[in-house]
Nanobody, 133 residues
Framework: DEQTVASGGDLAQPGGSLTLSCAAS????????MAWFRRAPGKDHERVAT??????????YYADSVKGRFTISQDSAKKTLYLQMNILKPEDTATYYC????????????????????????WGQGTQVTVLS
């Protein structure tokens, strides 16, 4: 079965750092669009960052709220997606989800158009990040 398993969530102090990991299994991985979403209590899912697995362009998407603080990356050999989160703020408190689109594509241009949770087919259980205020 296709799945993503996110981990690394924890309590953090404002200004601190955390690294989230997402292990992918059951699908090709290479060529897929993958993203980190987050959902804070009482709010809708927010797309945090997107990357194409295998696109050598280095193109990525970041929400304005995390730009300059968060970095998405991946390791193809480990089929693992990462989210490095620096300069954490209380408003970063949320459950973070790793998601993948089911159809392999040639490059990031397609990934950039995948903006809604419904555009991604494979989801995991999420990992909780709490930044103390």
């Amino acid at each position: 079965d296709e799945q993503t398993v996110a981990s690394g969530g924890d309590l953090a102090q404002p200004g601190g750092s955390l690294t989230l990991s997402c292990a992918a299994s059951g699908f090709q991985y290479f060529g897929h669009c993958m993203a980190w979403f987050r959902r804070a209590p009482g709010k809708d899912h927010e797309r945090v960052a997107t990357i194409h697995i295998g696109d050598g362009s280095g193109n990525t998407y970041y929400a304005d709220s995390v730009k300059g603080r968060f970095t998405i990356s991946q390791d193809s050999a480990k089929k693992t997606l990462y989210l490095q989160m620096n300069i954490l703020k209380p408003e970063d408190t949320a459950t973070y989800y790793c998601a993948a689109n089911s159809i392999p594509t040639f490059g990031f241009d397609v990934c950039d158009d995948l903006r809604r949770p419904d555009d991604f087919n494979y989801w995991g259980q999420g990992t909780q990040v709490t930044v103390l205020s």
